[in-house]
C-alpha cells in the first residue's frame, strides 16, 4: 500500500499583539520583528467571522502573553469559542496546544501552576512555554502539531488529529500537562 498525504489546518488564536503573527513569520521563514498590523483572524472586532476561520481545523494554538494576565484569563474566552463552534465529526472538541509566549520577560502575570490547573480545567492538550522573539521552543511546539516521527506527546496529537479524520474512530483523551519541550526529540520538519 502506498503513502498518503495528509493536510492538517491549525489555528493559531489569542488576543491582539500576543505573538501569533511573529509565531508564524519565526516558524516559516525563520524571522523576528517588532512591527506587525493587526491581523484580521485575531482582533475581537472580527469575532463574527471566527466560525468561517474554524471550519475545517484539525488542531488549535491559543496563545497568550505571560507578562499580561488579561490576554491569560482571555484564552479560556478563546478555547469557549472554539469549542463551541467547531468540534471533531465524532463531536469532541478539536485538540488544542496553549502557548505561554513571551517567556523571556519578566515579571510573569501569572505562574505556572496557575497555567498548569487552567490548562487542565479548560480542556487543552497541553501547555509549554515560549519566546518567539527569542527564538525558544517555537520549533518544537509547532512540531508537536506537525510531525509524525517525535517522541510521544506529538505522536499522541497526530494520531489523535488523524484518528478524527477516519470515521467511527474515537480521540484520546485530553491531560492539559505542561510540556516540557526540551525532553521531546523533534525531526527537521519544516513549514511549507
Known amino acids: 500500500m502506498g ?16 505573538g ?10 525563520d524571522s523576528f520583528s517588532k512591527h506587525y498590523k493587526s491581523t484580521v483572524g485575531g482582533q475581537e472586532r472580527f469575532t463574527s467571522m471566527t466560525r ?18 488579561t490576554t ?3 484564552s479560556q474566552r478563546w478555547k469557549q469559542d472554539l ?7 465524532s463531536g469532541e472538541p478539536v ?12 515579571p510573569w502575570a ?19 512555554e515560549t519566546s518567539v522573539k527569542e527564538n525558544k521552543n517555537v520549533n518544537e511546539a509547532m512540531s508537536l502539531l506537525l510531525s509524525l516521527t517525535s517522541s510521544l506527546f506529538p505522536r499522541v496529537l497526530i494520531e489523535q488529529m ?24 523533534t525531526p527537521g520538519w519544516t513549514c511549507c
Open 83 to 89: 469549542d463551541c463552534k467547531l468540534t471533531l465529526p
Open 72 to 74: 491569560f484569563s482571555n
Open 20 to 29: 501569533k503573527t511573529s509565531l508564524v513569520q519565526r516558524y516559516s521563514q
Open 95 to 106: 485538540p488544542c496546544l496553549l502557548l505561554a509566549n513571551k517567556s523571556d520577560l519578566s
Open 3 to 18: 503513502s498518503r498525504d495528509y493536510l492538517f489546518k491549525v489555528l493559531v488564536v489569542g488576543d491582539a499583539a500576543v
Open 162 to 185: 488523524m484518528a478524527n479524520t477516519r470515521e467511527g474512530s474515537t480521540s484520546l483523551p485530553t491531560q492539559g500537562d505542561y510540556i516540557n519541550l526540551q525532553t521531546v526529540s
Open 110 to 128: 501569572v505562574t505556572r501552576d496557575q497555567i498548569d490547573r487552567f490548562s487542565k480545567e479548560n480542556g487543552f492538550t497541553g501547555w509549554t
Open 52 to 69: 468561517l476561520y474554524y471550519r475545517d481545523a484539525s488542531a488549535c494554538v491559543i496563545m497568550f502573553d505571560v507578562t499580561n494576565a
